[in-house]
């Protein structure tokens, strides 16, 4: 659980864990989101 | 900050600072009246709300990881459970409840769906199910259509009125737009549509936009389970709670365990008994008190306030108190996709589905429910359950499998009717006691036949929404009988029939003329078990009749 949880636990650390799986953690983030909702958007 | 001394008779207290507590607190004491909210919980701000899942994630939803930061202390406070009364009932964590002020609505989801029409009929339109207590409710969707309204504007609800064919009729829009789509709602909008189903923006309690002064949603994705750091988060802390305060009027009393209602030599409630942070015992002086404790701990608190006069528990002589328990009832199915979903981005769901929500009599059983699509985990919960069951859980086929399904994956959540049993309940254990020494709650709940009907059914439509929607992969959670729930309903069901019914239909207890129960526990059916904008509707509604009834000396004190 260490790999994937807080960096500050220390068993991800530099956030190994969450760039291998591609997590990211911010604070705010805009749409469109991923791929379906950006294709969406378009036709839109 | 308003302090009330404990000797001094307040005009209500509340006990319970979430989802009803805190919308009753503000009415009350906006209407000109003193009151103290006695929350067992702590008062927690948006600065207490870190993105530390280890720390925060709920553990209600298995593996259990959580630290209970936001919820009830289960090793505090155990619960115990069996399936049936003759079965010996074991320790379990199996209900959980928001226990901070702001209750559950700090840490829910935001899923915020009206009842319709036919959730209070179903008794005359279905008829009677065997083997259980489905009843009428005594009030209708109009009665309550105004306080669904004025909930949803006061609180700050985003959605899009018109949107759902399946809708009950609405007196005003929704205050806010809904918030942007994510693809896990894309895909859920695509397989709907071609299974020829109607995906709608789903009704959310987070703000789309600023609104009375509190931030929009920054879609930083750690919603369900955890507190809003930006107070975009619709729940009573951060809406409705701050204007009770400003009154004045108004004490939030945080880390006060109530522990029995008192009553007088008349049988009226004249004030409640609760232990301090320090487990010193207090007694609060009060003309009436109203439980907002939720489908739980409000049936708990009543059966522990038993006295000469109410041997059976408080407001209890109808034998009721803590019957027909309902929970969440629902199936969970997963799908992962080609191109990446991103989806543990923003609010968790976008789009639902509720072409299936009426009882259909060609289903050959009673039930109904509605649908959303969503990412159901965070990073630590995805690795331990989010993965096909033929995945490897070590290794480098672990690894590869969490790299590439983590941001594809999908989960179509479905959610169900649960029937009142008067076999499911909550009562007081025997044995176990808590870490105040007050008697654990004992829950006995089993699923009836129709139920586990209705998951299954809901269970192969989610499965064919993953199809139409174009999934590589799908699977399903096993549909079984709850091991824990969120949603504590129907314990004090609401009636006209003082024999049938613990509180009337403004909440008011049949047996005790200054005693309000306002909660989950008032429900007669579950709806389709998205019970939080009923509650707070009901809230509204309570709190104006309350209200009515202080201004005009009608609830003697």
């Not at chain 2, 499998?401 to 029937?419: D, G, I, P, Q």
Request: proline content about 6%.
């Amino acid at each position: 659980m260490g790999y994937l949880s807080h960096p500050d636990y220390g068993g991800n650390h530099n956030q190994a864990g969450w760039k291998l799986i591609g997590f990211e953690d911010k604070m705010t983030y805009a749409p469109p989101f991923g791929y379906y909702d950006t294709e969406y958007n378009k036709r839109r | 900050m308003t302090k009330f001394e404990d000797k001094t008779a307040v005009d209500f207290v509340i006990v319970g600072a979430g989802g009803a507590g805190g919308v009753v607190a503000k009415e009350l004491s906006t209407a000109g009246f003193q009151v103290v909210v006695l929350e067992q919980g702590p008062y927690l701000h948006e600065g207490d709300f870190i993105h530390d899942e280890l720390k925060f994630k709920d553990v209600f939803d298995p593996p259990f990881i959580g630290q209970e930061v936001l919820t009830n202390d289960h090793t505090l406070q155990p619960n115990t459970f069996r399936k049936t009364a003759p079965d010996k009932a074991v320790l379990t964590s199996f209900a959980q409840y928001g226990r901070c002020v702001g209750g559950g609505t700090v840490h829910f989801t935001g899923n915020y769906w009206r009842f319709h029409e036919v959730d209070f009929l179903e008794r005359s339109r279905w008829g009677a199910v065997e083997g259980t207590g489905l009843a009428d409710w005594p009030i209708t969707y109009d009665d309550l259509e105004p306080y669904y309204t004025k909930a949803e504007w006061e609180l700050g609800i985003s959605g899009l009125a018109g949107a759902n064919p399946f809708d009950p009729p609405r007196s005003k829009p929704y205050p806010l737009p809904p918030l942007p789509i994510k693809s896990s709602g894309v895909l859920l909008e695509r397989g709907a549509r071609k299974l020829g189903w109607h995906a709608y923006p789903a009704p959310t309690a987070i703000l789309s936009q600023p609104y009375r002064g509190r931030s929009a949603c920054a879609h930083c994705g750690f919603c369900e389970f955890f507190g809003c750091e930006w107070g975009a988060k619709s729940s009573t802390l951060a809406s409705v709670i701050p204007i009770a305060e400003k009154t004045g009027r108004c004490e939030i009393r945080p880390n006060s365990y109530v522990r029995k209602i008192s009553t007088d030599t008349r049988g009226r409630v004249d004030g409640v008994l609760y232990f301090d942070p320090q487990k010193q015992e207090h007694f609060q002086k009060a003309k009436a008190v109203v439980v907002c404790a939720n489908g739980a701990e409000t049936p708990r608190l009543l059966l522990m306030s038993k006295s000469n006069l109410f041997p059976q528990g408080l407001a209890n002589s109808s034998g009721l108190v803590g019957k027909f328990f309902m929970l969440d009832s629902g199936s969970l199915t997963l799908g992962t996709f080609e191109y990446p979903l991103n989806d543990f981005k923003s609010v968790r769901v976008t789009r639902v589905v509720q072409d299936f929500y009426d009882s259909d009599p060609k289903r050959g059983f009673y039930g109904g429910g509605g649908i959303d699509a969503r990412f159901e985990f965070y990073p630590i919960g995805f690795a331990l359950t989010g993965l096909s069951p033929d995945v490897p859980r070590w290794g480098a086929a672990f690894k590869k499998a969490l790299k590439e399904n983590f941001n594809r994956t999908v989960t179509v959540f479905s959610h169900t009717t649960c029937l009142p049993l008067e076999s499911n309940n909550i009562t007081l254990d025997p044995d176990t006691k808590d870490a105040w020494g007050l008697p654990a709650l004992r829950v006995t709940y089993k699923s009836h036949a129709d139920d586990f009907k209705t998951m299954n059914f809901f269970n192969d439509r989610s499965l064919e929404l993953l199809d139409a929607a174009g999934a590589l992969k799908k699977w399903a959670f096993p549909v079984e009988d709850a091991a824990a729930t969120v949603h504590l309903m129907g314990t004090c069901r609401m009636g006209n029939d003082p024999k049938s019914s613990v509180v009337d239909k403004y909440h008011r207890a049949h047996d005790v003329p200054n005693l309000f129960m306002v909660d989950g526990s008032s429900f007669v059916t579950s709806g389709r078990n998205q019970p939080t904008c009923t509650i707070q509707a009901l809230a509204y509604r309570a709190a104006d009749q309350i209200v009515r009834m202080a201004k005009s000396g009608s609830i003697p004190a």
